[in-house]
């Protein structure tokens, strides 16, 4: 889905038809719950933040100005409701969430995720803190730009970089010593 | 709406993941997302379902609370009070939440949680 087509919804649903906010929803779906999983880790909290997101998204789209990305608005709603749930930095990560993790990303496998994609996501998800997951999933893999991800974070562009810097270097460490780990089981 | 890698002031190309790797994770958490919003669809789908469940709920709970114990007592019942057991329903007066539920009733209400961890019954003790 591009950006544009994204922002041309939103100012259709916010003619009022009820099919045009169904239209909007569904488009939006599954990237808040991107984001949501990218952040908390864990499918069940992203569950929740996302229809959380939904239901904010459908009650305030009347006041959203379109003199901004509306993905970028949307992700500030996000970043809040996962503030307010408690769902920020400091949440610990179970057990029971990394199970469901790999279990989605197993299910998910019919259309993508070849095995290295899903260590690597493992790996990412336990080495890098959620706002540089957050970063290195907006700028890297969906290609926001730098100011744009840092209106959504709500943080300078400066900490933008340092965040990106800092994610792609453990992420890169992380697949280095995933190779090897492969390799050294091949050689057995 | 995806690719790899926005563009930023002195970024250095160097620092970049490798462009497989990226395409690789977009992918996975690309579908990754698809699968939990049909997650999230279908636990919105089904919570109109238990609003209807809940009235037709409702209205035997009415029904039996009247032919069992009278409308008389229940207008001094405040709230049912709690049973004893793991089973047992919540319980609550009149704009009480349960516990561990975002529940208020104009009146006294049990709330019965079944196997189904999205579906709740609330049995509201209509005033007779």
Do not use: K
Request: net charge negative; charged share 30%.
């Amino acid at each position: 889905l591009e950006r544009s087509n994204l922002d041309d919804l939103a100012r259709s649903a916010q003619g009022g038809s009820r099919a045009e906010m169904e239209r909007l929803l569904g488009a939006l779906r599954p990237l808040v719950c991107r984001w949501a999983l990218v952040w908390t880790g864990s499918p069940d909290a992203a569950e929740d933040v996302a229809q959380a997101v939904l239901m904010r998204v459908h009650r305030s789209v009347g006041s959203y100005e379109p003199t901004g990305r509306f993905a970028t608005w949307v992700y500030r709603i996000t970043r809040n409701v996962l503030l307010d749930g408690g769902r920020g930095e400091d949440r610990e990560r179970t057990l029971r969430d990394r199970v469901a993790l790999e279990r989605l990303a197993e299910s998910a496998r019919g259309t993508a995720g070849r095995t290295e994609a899903r260590h690597l996501l493992g790996r990412m998800m336990d080495a890098l803190s959620p706002r540089q997951r957050a970063v290195l999933d907006l700028v890297d893999l969906q290609g926001f730009d730098a100011g744009e991800v840092a209106d959504m974070l709500e943080i300078s562009p400066a900490t933008v970089r340092v965040h990106l810097h800092r994610a792609r270097e453990t992420l890169r460490e992380q697949a280095r010593l995933l190779d090897t780990t492969e390799e050294n089981a091949h050689a057995r | 709406m995806h690719g790899n890698g926005g563009e930023i002031d002195g970024d250095r190309s160097d620092d970049r993941l490798d462009a497989e790797t990226a395409r690789e994770l977009n992918l996975l958490l690309d579908a990754m997302g698809v699968e939990l919003a049909r997650r999230v669809e279908v636990r919105g789908a089904r919570r109109p379902w238990i609003a209807w469940s809940g009235l037709g709920a409702l209205a035997a709970a009415a029904l039996a609370a009247l032919t069992l114990i009278g409308p008389g007592d229940l207008a001094d019942s405040g709230g049912a009070g709690p049973a004893p057991g793991d089973d047992a329903p919540a319980s609550g007066g009149e704009g009480v939440p349960a516990p561990g539920l975002d529940v208020e009733a104009p009146g006294p209400f049990l709330v019965f949680p079944t196997s189904d961890e999205d579906i709740t019954v609330i049995w509201l003790l209509g005033e007779g």
